[in-house]
């Protein structure tokens, strides 16, 4: 009999260290007359934060100057590459298992969350804490998302041609400022052995920055814009022009071969090593040339001659649980704004320049970011299309890329499909 | 008189949390995913009853048709080249020589590597621009430099020989356990009676060693079926769905397009499939034993 009591007690005690570990970790109480409580100095709070792995050397060293401010916050962070939080963050989201704070971009890969009551809507908190000043209108905006302000802009981005300005010299090309003119010094470098342009299409967005832009060539500022708001239809003739002229860049040999399932974040080696004159990227390609100690002499850039004088532009923000409270929210808006400073940004610890209005803008040791944040105030800017696009019809276009490039598929078809998807998107919607 | 036999409810008691764990990450999750799979919805909130809507669907989608040829072709593959490579591979190491044990060793390596990396690895060598392969051609002399992964044509190909390569030192350490018990008596009275070596391979190891078989292609086709990280490392399932395989297609329309009562679906559909083809093969052996 006593055995059989050990027995079950023994049972009794692994069937509970199995379930200690479930459930979630969601324990915030409210105080005893109900009310949310508030953040106080002394009380312990845990942030999570899932963000890019690129950043955590930046975001150990931040963290640990945060914590001599803040000691009773302490901030877990979790790791992720550029393609893997998205899918990272959409699988805690229908496992109900968000952090507290994610790393994430504008446009549909962010519209996810407030669209599904994921994330905070910080429009009244943006409202309380004058971000209408704060922040620059055009970041600000490419966060407004399902009727939500949902989420705090890190970064505000614009691409542009990056280019080698010793391998254009040596063959004698002016930097192009009509279209006619960038064909030509694609046609002039080829001849000469570089292959023009440095993409990787592995996951079809490096390879879009290029097609969408000749899509805004094709179709004008107005016709591209109705066309990412879905207002006209993507099977016409200006987007099979713009697919036509990208099978032509195929053809004609201006990417490298086997570019189709390249990885995106390698395109800076075929420039490096002269392989390549050109690779369309944003601002951040500074710092890249930089931290691979490249002669930043070497490089240019300039905007891509799609003759509306618009540039492509997308944000990156970081969005907030919608089930934390106010003491939560107050912690984690703490960090956010030790962590966003100009300080911070000077020493490339956080995107340099931040998404400020009024934003210092890095110095001469990377010359063309200010460059091309002051063009594309003058200019304009559209939204990269796939923050425009949901991501089921953008990779329809991704797809199409690949198979225009192959030869398995016509801009015709191609235009069609895209346009299919869009209707399916819109009646499942 | 028949004692009656007495029940031991303390081993049964022990035998719980086991089943507590079966129940909750088996059981549970398979109903309940067969529930989703007859809803729609974005996996979060309201989720709206379909019925058979999304098993329907699968056949007039044309990504879908894709990734189920591939995967039946990649079956059919890998369970063929893995089989007899890796048993070639064991029947030569199952000889004694000088450094048996390093090409053991050597053979067996790439299947401790994560197939993530496998792909990251194999990635760079069929790189057509500063890849070892194209690379290799070019300095002894080939003018034969090819876009492996990027072509349509090659790319299922390619990325099939990189799994291969990762994939043979499991079955090649079975194969090798299962000659180690074939009886050397009758291997040498066959010899004595004047079998070949190809008889005494075919006719007597081979039949001897048929529950290596059974277990090396059952699990061959299992994780064949379930391939993904190769693929979604090495070409995401392109160039334009080349490679695209039901894992990664289900893996798209749940956690990229949120369709997460198709993505469902498509699993309960791959499970249906497995058990399809290993059912009847495990069943049609064993009965034959």
Known sequence: MKKKIIALMLVAAMSAAMFAGCGNN?????????SEKTASSEEQVDIT?????????????????????????????????????????????????LPDMWYNWGGSLGAYYPQNGCSKDLTEYAAANGWDEKFNSGALSLCELGGQLSGYPIAYNVVGMFYRKDIFQEYGI???????????????????????????????????????????????????????????????????????KYQEFCEKGYFPEGFITSDPNDTLISLANGNCAMDIQGQWYDFNILDNDLDMD????????????????????????????????????????????????????????????????????????????????????FTITDQAFPTAVADVLFDGQAGICNGTETPEKVAAAIQSAIEEYKSAE | MVKKRKIDWGAYAFLLPALIIYLSVIIFPVCYSIYISLHNGTGIGKMDF??????????????????????????????????????????????????RTFFRAFFYFPCVVAPIAVALIWRWIYNPNIGFINEF??????????????????????????????????????????????????????????????????????????????????????????????VKGLTNGGPNNATQMLSTYMYSQ????????YGTAIAVFMVLMMLVI????????????
């Open chain 1, 26 to 34: 969601k324990t915030e109480k409210n105080n005893s007359d109900g």
């Open chain 1, 49 to 97: 934060y899932w963000t890019l792995g690129t950043r955590q050397e930046s975001m150990e060293q931040i963290v640990s100057e945060f914590n001599e401010e803040y000691p009773n916050i302490n901030i877990i962070f979790s790791y992720y590459d550029t393609d893997a939080i998205k899918d990272a963050c959409k699988v805690a989201a229908q496992a109900d298992n």
């Open chain 1, 174 to 244: 002016e930097v192009p400022t009509t279209f006619e003119q960038f064909e030509q010094a694609c046609a002039t470098l080829k001849k000469n052995g570089v292959t023009p342009i440095s993409t990787g299409g592995l996951y079809g967005w490096h390879t879009m920055r290029l097609v969408e832009q000749f899509v805004e060539y094709y179709a004008g500022a107005d016709g591209h814009d109705e066309l990412n708001s879905f207002d006209s239809s993507w099977d016409q003739e200006n987007v099979i022009k713009a697919l036509a």
């Open chain 1, 298 to 381: 070497q490089y240019g850039w300039f905007p891509f001659p799609n003759e509306t004088g618009r540039m492509s532009a997308f944000t990156e923000m970081v969005q907030f649980n919608a089930d934390m409270d106010d003491a939560k929210l107050d912690a984690c808006m703490k960090f956010m704004d030790f962590m966003e400073t100009e300080e911070h940004a000077a020493a490339d610890l956080v995107n340099n320049p931040l998404p400020f209005a009024n934003a210092v803008m890095p110095g001469d040791e990377r010359p063309h970011v200010s460059e091309m944040y002051e063009y594309s105030n003058e200019g304009g800017t």
């Open chain 2, 50 to 99: 379909v019925g058979l809507e999304n098993y329907v669907q699968m056949f007039s989608d044309s990504i879908f048709l894709t990734a189920l040829k591939n995967n039946i072709l990649w079956i059919v593959l890998t369970v063929v080249l893995t089989t007899s490579i890796s048993l070639l591979l064991a029947v030569a190491l199952n000889n004694k020589f000088r450094g």
């Open chain 2, 137 to 230: 051609l070019k300095m002894i002399g080939i003018n034969y430099t090819q876009t492996w992964i990027s072509g349509e044509n090659s790319a299922f190909f390619t990325v099939l020989i990189a799994s291969l390569w990762q994939g043979i030192g499991q079955p090649m350490i079975l194969f090798l356990a299962g000659l180690q018990t074939v009886p050397a008596d009758i291997l040498e009275a066959a010899s004595i009676d004047g079998a070949g070596s190809f008889t005494r391979f075919f006719k007597i190891t081979v039949p001897l060693m048929k529950e290596t078989f059974i277990m090396v292609i059952a699990t061959l086709i299992i994780s064949s079926m379930k391939v993904f990280d190769v």
């Open chain 2, 254 to 261: 749940t956690f990229s397009y949120n369709n997460v009562g």
């Open chain 2, 278 to 289: 290993v059912i009847p093969y495990i069943a049609f052996t064993a009965r034959e034993k």
